[in-house]
Every structure is written in C-alpha cells, then in structure tokens.
C-alpha cells in the first residue's frame, strides 16, 4: 500500500511538474551496517524550493535494503556558480532481512550546472529512524547526475 501511493505521489508530480529533472545516484551509507546505494530521483524546482522523490537499493552482507524518499529542499547560498541546499525528508526503509520503518533526514546539498540542463550533484544528509530501523541511523553521502526537461 505504501509503494502503491508513492508512485500514485510520483505520477502525479510528473503530470503537474512544468520542469521536471531526473537524476541518479550514487554513495555510501556509515552507520548501522556500511554499505553502497544507487538509486534515482525525480523533482521540481521552483524558484529557490525544490521537491524530489527518490529510489534507492543499498546492499549489505546481512540486509538488503529499497528505500522510498521524499525531500524537501531550499537554496541558501551560490558559490561560483555552485548552488547550496538544505534539504529535509522523510524515506520508508524496506528491509529484506528485518523490520520496515519510517526515518527523518536533514542535511544539505550542492548542484553545479555543466549544461543548461545538466547538473553534477553532491549530498550529505543524516538519517534517523524509528526504534525498529534506528540500526541504520547515520551519515550518507551521495553524488550523482541531474537532467532537466
């Protein structure tokens, strides 16, 4: 039920969003078991306010691991032509080897445009769950590509 009214939540953002990016991903996880992540994210930017949700699949020796994400962000701060973030969401950590849950994430990020519709992108944000998924509280760390249509 709850993939079922992300993606609902996702199709929609696409039917409305005028201009929409689309990006990958990629990064590290430190805390609970350490592990690579990869994923996609699709948004809107309107004006300094941006809006994403995302996919990801991390992969550790004892749990594999999809998380569905919303992020909210807001520009602060351009710095050479670098546009800085604060970002804040909420992901549902689907776990295969344990318990499922929800998590709060807060952190910043910085988008450099290599083309009009092009962007290099780095993120770091801290993750903090409920009581059955706190194992996997910590720092990750992301960069990826943007395209915007």
């Not at 709850?2 to 929609?12: E, N």
């Not at 696409?14 to 990006?23: H, L, N, Q």
């Not at 594999?64 to 807001?74: I, K």
Request: glycine share 16%.
């Amino acid at each position: 039920m709850k993939k079922s009214l992300l993606i609902v939540a996702l199709m929609s953002m696409i039917g409305v969003a005028s201009a929409i990016e689309v990006g990958v991903q990629g990064g590290y996880v430190y805390g609970g078991p350490d592990r690579g992540m990869y994923g996609v994210t699709v948004g809107e930017k309107v004006g300094p306010v941006g809006v994403e949700l995302s996919y990801a699949r991390s992969t550790a020796t004892a749990n594999d691991q999809n998380r569905y994400g919303f992020t909210g962000s807001y520009d602060v701060a351009k710095v050479a032509g670098t546009t800085i973030a604060v970002k804040g969401g909420l992901a549902f950590l689907d776990n295969q080897n344990s318990a499922n849950g929800y998590a709060a994430t807060a952190g910043v990020g910085a988008s450099y445009p290599i083309t009009k519709t092009v962007s290099l992108t780095a993120d770091y944000r801290y993750q903090a769950g409920q009581k059955r998924v706190e194992q996997f509280n910590g720092n990750t760390i992301l960069a990826g590509v943007k395209v915007g249509f």
